[in-house]
């Protein structure tokens, strides 16, 4: 399940398809990710999707709008809260950190 989540990042992924993939409730495969995973589905995709921006911010020239894009996020405002949680800066001035380091 884990790798058909990072095969679909960029597409809205809900818990009801993927316990339905499963043929579970939406309630047993939320708990059966948690104890695999040690994450809520959510959760989950947020990490992989901010990883994923952080690759790219790295190792590409592309704007922050086109990444926001490629990481399957709607929202530039969440993808900027969601970055900005986990790394305690904007994914520009993570860019320009690493380019600095480089």
């Given at each position: 399940?884990?790798?058909?989540?990072?095969?679909?990042?960029?597409?809205?992924?809900?818990?009801?398809?993927?316990?339905?993939?499963?043929?579970?409730?939406?309630?047993?495969?939320?708990?059966?990710?948690?104890?695999?995973?040690?994450s809520t589905v959510p959760q989950y995709i947020n990490r992989l999707r901010i990883a994923h921006a952080c690759r790219l911010l790295a190792e590409t020239d592309l704007t922050v709008a086109e990444i926001i894009r490629q990481c399957g996020y709607q929202s530039p405002a969440h993808f900027q809260r969601q970055f900005q949680k986990i790394h305690r800066r904007a994914p520009q001035t993570y860019r320009r950190a690493l380019r600095g380091a480089g």
């Open positions: 399940m884990c790798a058909h989540i990072e095969q679909h990042l960029t597409s809205a992924i809900r818990v009801t398809e993927l316990a339905r993939m499963m043929g579970l409730s939406e309630s047993a495969f939320s708990r059966l990710f948690k104890r695999c995973t040690h």
